[in-house]
Each structure stands twice: as structure tokens, then as C-alpha cells.
Nanobody
Framework: QVQLAESGGGLVQAGGSLKLSCLGS????????MAWFRQVPGKEREFVAA????????YYSNSVKGRFTISRDNAKNLLLLEMNNLQPEDTGVYYC?????????????????WGPGTQVTVSS
């Protein structure tokens, strides 16, 4: 089993920045893909960014490309998401996800492991 725990959410004004972290524990050696999703009430969980853990390849949703950066710290089992120029539409609960396969997927249904989420609120 793999456990994930997000941190770093908060309240920020439009144009500001936040950095999210996701700490993995358990059988993290099995993980090949990690990702960030976000969700607002009444809407489906939305893909934000993902990374192939061992190779480092990353991909983004069009809505965050150029503003968000996904990265990793292998030694600390940390997945990071640096978010710049935040806008009110970026508000939501941000979730860390992981899977034992090397995925090229924006679908939340393809990820096996999830953290509890961290709230990000961007005020206008």
C-alpha cells in the first residue's frame, strides 16, 4: 500500500503563488506515475499535472501550462507543485495521486492511490 499526504494549501490573492507538497510513504518504490488533480464542489475531479516518477517526464493541463510546475524530490519521496499567477478559477481542493503503472493519463479513474487533499482558495 501507498499513503499520500498533501500540504501547502491556503488562501492567496489573484496573481500570487503557492507551493504544494505531497509526501509518499509505504511501498513508494512501486510508484511510476504521480499526479495532481483538483476539484470544486459539484464538478468532476480535474487533471492538473503529472510526472513519470523515475524518468521525470511531465505533462500539464492547458489551463495551468506555463503557470504551474510539477517536480519531485526522489530522496524525500516528495511530489511538488509550484503554482504561480494564481487565478480565482484555480480555487479547489488539490489532490495528489499515484499509480504503479507508467501512465499518460488525465483521467482520475486511472490512478490507484490518493491523498486526502489540501484546499487552495484564490481571492479576486
Amino acid at each position: 500500500q501507498v499513503q499520500l499526504a498533501e500540504s501547502g494549501g491556503g488562501l492567496v490573492q489573484a496573481g500570487g503563488s503557492l507551493k504544494l507538497s505531497c509526501l509518499g510513504s509505504g511501498r513508494t518504490g512501486d510508484i511510476l506515475t504521480m499526479a495532481w488533480f483538483r476539484q470544486v464542489p459539484g464538478k468532476e475531479r480535474e487533471f492538473v499535472a503529472a510526472m513519470w516518477w523515475t524518468v521525470g517526464n511531465s505533462y500539464y493541463s492547458n489551463s495551468v501550462k506555463g503557470r504551474f510546475t510539477i517536480s519531485r524530490d526522489n530522496a524525500k519521496n516528495l511530489l511538488l507543485l509550484e503554482m504561480n499567477n494564481l487565478q480565482p478559477e484555480d480555487t479547489g481542493v488539490y489532490y495528489c495521486a499515484a499509480d504503479r503503472r507508467q501512465l499518460w493519463s488525465r483521467s482520475h479513474g486511472n490512478y490507484d492511490y490518493w491523498g486526502p487533499g489540501t484546499q487552495v482558495t484564490v481571492s479576486s
